[in-house]
């Protein structure tokens, strides 16, 4: 009883600074926790049915390849925002409804939520928020192959169409900018596109990052081919004049990288980013932390609605216990299980006495150690490797004076590698665990049943079982069916 006395009071703090978090950030938050449309009335409740609103077009509507390319890149650009957070209240309820299920043992048409799932906390910003995007380069709609945006068509099908983004809602004016001028560089080129590698050709796709002050950064993707190192530099030349004295410089860009490569994708290990012309960083701010932004560095491409996601995430690991607002530190040492540049620590890293981060890119480690340096945090260490290779030991190592372990992790699509999950789970001194997931119907929900599933000796999970005591949704990708989830994972 007193157990569950305690998990129940942790979550009422828990919710309550959440809310005033929320009241505080958006004026349109009510007292019950609910969003208030424009209209001022609370999102309807009923099921959204697709005969109510436009049906995006189907491919042989004769519609426009502008409007194609919209359905595929941001499908729910035909909705209100109102609309949109509803979809994706109910999605992520369905989604979290089927962990639900599996620790109740119902059928999955009967599951039910065990656990409160907070309304989506919306997008400061809706249009124009990405601050990373990268640009394709294909034949266009006129056959012209130097054509850069974006893909409409697959490749397996072979009706790749290579369709301008110049009317995408999430994507900046900047890019967009930065984006024509270099289909305008590329077609003064004496070079020929590499749209397929094994059929020769150079120019590849443009990545184009920003922060809300408006600095840029670009990144051009190269295929050497036969080339000598003597015959790039020509063209790396012909590149940064274009876009310091020429037509392009009406970008203003900040930094301009050239990476050349024979692969879809390298590191910066594999390959340097090579800079050819102005500052190395560019730097965005989270919550009053200054942030570096390397060339391949992560960081969430809606830096106002990652304010509000990062905020969640550091009320959820350690709550404010007290009336008064003051702090109470839940645990003494805080893991940061793929830390990225170290964002979600750094922000955290006030409320706990140390903070451990574990990323497997080197660079991002590099750029997490200068921005605790850089933010004068002196409780945070990084640590460079696989999560799964580094924090078995790392948990073994570590003594804790009986002083509760809190842990957030943040990985890609697919999920936790089950090393880290059993290391997660049969470690006793982790009393609450926040999973940050992007696809929370993906490999993420293996992990979640792994964290919270009765001991199994066979699959070594023998330590107790977590439970899931609160969901928090953060719209991040406005237009779009996506969005974050933040879980609260106690025991």
């Not at 809310?19 to 019950?32: D, E, G, S, V």
């Not at 299920?101 to 039910?112: E, F, I, T």
């Not at 950064?217 to 030349?237: D, R």
């Not at 330590?463 to 969005?483: N, Q, W």
Request: net charge positive.
């Amino acid at each position: 009883m007193a157990l569950v006395a305690a998990r129940s009071k942790s979550v009422i703090f828990v919710k309550r600074d959440l809310l005033r978090y929320l009241r505080k950030t958006y004026p349109r938050f009510l007292a019950n926790g609910t969003i208030v449309t424009k209209q001022g009335n609370p999102p309807s409740k009923k099921r959204w049915r697709k005969g109510k609103e436009k049906k995006p077009p189907s491919w042989t509507d004769g519609v426009s390849w502008e409007e194609r390319l919209a359905d595929v890149v941001t499908p729910l650009w035909r909705l209100s925002y109102d609309k949109q957070l509803e979809l994706k209240q109910q999605n992520q309820e369905k989604i979290l409804s089927q962990l639900s299920g599996h620790l109740s043992g119902d059928s999955p048409v009967r599951d039910k939520l065990s656990f409160p799932v907070l309304p989506v906390l919306p997008s400061p910003v809706r249009d124009g928020y990405r601050n990373k995007s990268t640009f394709s380069v294909n034949r266009g709609v006129d056959g012209n192959p130097k054509t850069v945006g974006f893909y409409v068509g697959t490749g397996r099908k072979g009706n790749i169409v290579c369709v301008s983004g110049d009317h995408l809602l999430n994507m900046p004016q900047k890019h967009k900018l930065v984006a024509r001028c270099y289909q305008d560089f590329i077609r003064l080129s004496s070079l020929e596109p590499c749209l397929l590698f094994h059929t020769g050709g150079h120019w590849r796709e443009i990545t184009v990052r920003t922060n809300k002050e408006g600095c840029t950064m670009a990144i051009v993707y190269f295929h050497p081919q036969s080339l000598t190192p003597a015959e790039v530099a020509v063209h790396k030349a012909e590149l940064v004049d274009y876009f310091t004295q020429g037509p392009g410089s009406v970008c203003q860009l900040d930094s301009l990288y050239f990476q050349e490569s024979s692969m879809t994708r390298c590191t910066h290990e594999q390959s340097p980013y090579q800079l050819l012309y102005g500052q190395p960083h560019i730097y965005e701010e989270i919550l009053d932390f200054k942030f570096r932004i390397s060339a391949d560095a992560f960081f969430q491409v809606n830096q106002a609605a990652a304010e509000v996601l990062y905020a969640t995430v550091r009320d959820l690991c350690v709550p404010n216990t007290e009336e008064d607002g003051g702090q109470t530190k839940a645990g003494s040492t805080l893991l940061d299980v793929c830390c990225g540049t170290g964002a979600m620590g750094i922000t955290i890293s006030p409320r706990v006495d140390k903070i451990i981060g574990i990323e497997l890119i080197e660079q991002a480690v590099e750029d997490a150690k200068h921005n605790a340096a850089l933010n004068n945090v002196l409780n945070c260490e990084f640590i460079s490797g696989k999560a799964e290779a580094v924090l078995p030991g790392l948990i073994s190592q570590l003594s804790f004076a009986g002083r509760c372990l809190t842990v957030v992790v943040n990985p890609a699509r697919a999920g936790l590698h089950h090393r880290v999950v059993r290391a997660l789970r049969n470690q006793p001194a982790i009393r609450r665990l926040v999973y940050v997931s992007c696809k929370p119907d993906g490999e993420a929900m293996r992990n979640f049943k792994e964290l919270c599933c009765d001991p199994n000796s066979q699959k070594k999970l023998t330590g107790e079982a977590f439970s899931p005591t609160l969901a928090v949704p953060v719209d991040l990708f406005p237009h779009t069916p996506h969005c974050e989830v933040v879980i609260l994972f106690e025991r």
